[in-house]
């Protein structure tokens, strides 16, 4: 003990004095700060991205939207969307998740512009239906719709009740129909990006139950690349399936910060055995105000969930 003292000692004694300098800069703080930004966060990013590569889970990540059109399932008086609505999932606005990497369109009857030919709008339902007018054997929906060019189409779903509901579509600019179908989205957006849908309803007898449909959904790819994230693997835990306890089971996920954003309610699927986990829980690791990963809780979706209809 006395004779680490004594060398601390020696070591304050034999300290040159300080140097006063009439700049606030101090090489030491300014070169560390530097340095941890120009090699150490990068560094630090690097090796988080190779961790989720050694434990690579490929999932389909849907972005909970927090704006957007008000889906027609939101009820006023109790200022609540419908839990079971398939056009905004329980989230109030049209579409309700982002699928990362893609973007998407809803024609529902909340659409802009719209033409319609003997359809009423079945409002007394929710979300709102478009259906034949009572009397009438044939009738249709045009929505005009813009497609991103050159983009692949990812999804594409009619949502309708009934036999006798036929979808085409044309370009803005001419009059021939073509069939509905990823074929002709595409072939046609290559040469025009505005098209103009039809949604044709018709039915035998005026005396036929009226077909309907709430929405058609499209979806197109914007980013060609698979979205991975770190997760423990199961062992002990898993065995909750046996139980039915699959809800309660909550887990930490580590998401590379190339998702730019992540909120609590978004969802995803691990594409290897298509579960579902939505997020409870968001905090993000961010040195100097570079962001370099995001560190989630997430639990797992059950199956009697209306997540499990995601497209
Ligand atoms: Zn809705």
Not at 101 to 122: A, Q
Request: glycine share 4%; net charge neutral.
């Amino acid at each position: 003990m006395i004779r680490n003292t004594k060398t601390f000692r020696n070591l304050q004694v034999s300290r040159p004095n300080r140097q006063t300098s009439v700049t606030d800069s101090d090489p030491l703080v300014d070169n560390a700060y530097k340095r941890s930004l120009q090699e150490l966060i990068p560094a630090i990013r690097q090796k988080s991205q190779n961790a989720v590569t050694v434990d690579r889970i490929n999932v389909k990540y849907y972005q909970e939207i927090t704006t957007g059109r008000l889906c027609s399932c939101y009820k006023k008086e109790y200022d609540s969307p419908e839990a079971s609505c398939l056009i905004c999932y329980g989230v109030g606005r049209v579409g309700g998740f982002n699928v990362f990497g893609t973007s998407f369109d809803i024609v529902d009857t909340t659409y802009p512009n719209l033409i319609m030919l003997n359809i009423r709008i079945e409002d007394t339902v929710w979300p709102w239906k478009f259906e034949l007018i009572d009397g009438q054997i044939e009738g249709y929906v045009e929505a005009t719709v813009d497609v991103p060019s050159m983009r692949d189409v990812d999804a594409l779903r009619l949502f309708y009740t009934g036999n006798y509901i036929k979808s085409y579509v044309r370009k803005f600019s001419d009059t021939s129909w073509h069939t509905l179908n990823r074929g002709s989205l595409l072939s046609l957006s290559a040469a025009e990006q505005r098209l103009v849908i039809r949604i044709n309803l018709s039915r035998k007898t005026v005396e036929d139950v009226s077909p309907f449909f709430t929405h058609l959904y499209l979806r197109y790819k914007l980013v060609d690349r698979d979205l991975y994230v770190d997760m423990p693997r199961f062992g002990a835990m898993r065995q909750a399936d046996n139980f039915n306890l699959t809800g309660l089971e909550v887990t930490q996920v580590f998401i590379p910060a190339t998702l730019p954003n992540v909120r609590v309610g978004d969802v995803f699927r691990d594409l290897r055995n298509n579960t579902l986990w939505r997020v409870t829980e968001v905090t993000y690791n961010e040195p100097l105000g570079i962001r370099t990963s995001w560190d989630v809780n997430v639990r797992a979706v059950t199956s009697f969930e209306i997540y499990n209809q995601l497209p």
